[in-house]
């Protein structure tokens, strides 16, 4: 069954909530048939799959398309797609773009901060799911977040904010565990953690970290489940090898 924004509300609290990337067909169509609770398509797509160094280079266009193949492989999972930077900067563009996302096959939007646009969004009938924390379009200084008591309040105030904007859900990113609590406890939609230790409503991965397909970063807070990185690079040695020597293709891969 279609997950739906009322069944992600109730599960707070109830039920762990399930969330990957994914950027193309296959892949998404793998994690729906097990049962992934959401999808995003996140800006991360610059970095593990367009090769940027950065999420600051990913447009517009780039979500829609990897949105749509991700849409035509998801028969049950809700679909998020990630607002990417500059394409929320106001009302009338956070609309237009949201529309399109929409219109790609996305079931609702994320954006980073911003209690204001949030508001706006809702309030033109798009869901929305929040993003504090580490908020990798507007911070260059990748460490944990809230760790002062000062910036502790101004994380669990703005989590408020969004909640009161109309946001469904909210998520952590490398926030510390017992502020990831406080603030999952003082709100009452879901919160979603990436580094954000056990006590958030659910957690969130970039798919690529999981099964071992992106080696240039190495985070804390990821737990690798394959290695097929590993596993592709032996296939294509082999293949190469094969190739080379002659053993590739045999007469049981001939037309005749």
């Known amino acids: 069954m279609k997950a739906t924004i009322s ?15 994914a950027y193309d067909y296959f892949t998404a169509k793998a994690m729906d048939e097990e049962g992934i609770d959401i999808i995003l398509i996140g800006d991360s ?3 593990v799959v367009l090769g940027y160094e950065n999420t600051l280079s990913v447009t517009v266009d780039d979500i829609m398309r990897h949105t749509g193949a991700v849409a035509r492989a998801s028969k049950n999972a809700l679909i998020v797609a990630d ?6 900067n106001d009302n ?3 609309a237009l773009n949201a529309e399109a996302f929409i219109k790609s096959g996305a079931d609702n939007v994320k954006i980073e901060n911003n209690p204001e646009i949030a508001k706006f969004l809702v309030e033109n009938n798009f869901e929305v799911m929040a993003h504090i924390g580490l908020t990798p379009q507007t911070i260059t ?6 760790k002062e008591k000062s910036s502790e309040i101004k994380l669990i105030n703005l989590a408020k904010e969004l909640e009161n904007a109309g946001c469904y859900s909210i998520v952590l990113e490398c926030v510390p565990a017992m502020l990831a609590k406080k603030i999952t406890e ?13 006590y958030c409503d659910g957690q969130v991965l970039v798919v690529n970290d999981i099964l071992g397909l992106y080696d240039k970063l190495s ?38």
Request: proline share 6%; net charge positive; hydrophobic share 35%.
């Open 141 to 146: 200084d990748f460490k944990v977040q809230g």
């Open 45 to 47: 797509l610059g970095m």
């Open 92 to 94: 009338e563009s956070a």
């Open 186 to 198: 003082s709100i009452s939609i879901p919160t979603i953690g990436i580094g954000a230790g056990p």
């Open 83 to 88: 607002m990417p930077v500059n394409s929320y």
């Open 7 to 21: 069944k992600i509300r109730s599960m707070k609290g109830k039920e762990k909530i399930t969330m990957l990337t």
């Open 219 to 256: 985070p804390k807070f990821v737990k690798k489940y394959a290695d097929l990185g590993k596993e592709m690079k032996n296939a294509f040695k082999s293949y190469i090898k094969d190739v080379k020597q002659g053993n590739f293709p045999k007469e049981e891969h001939s037309f005749h």
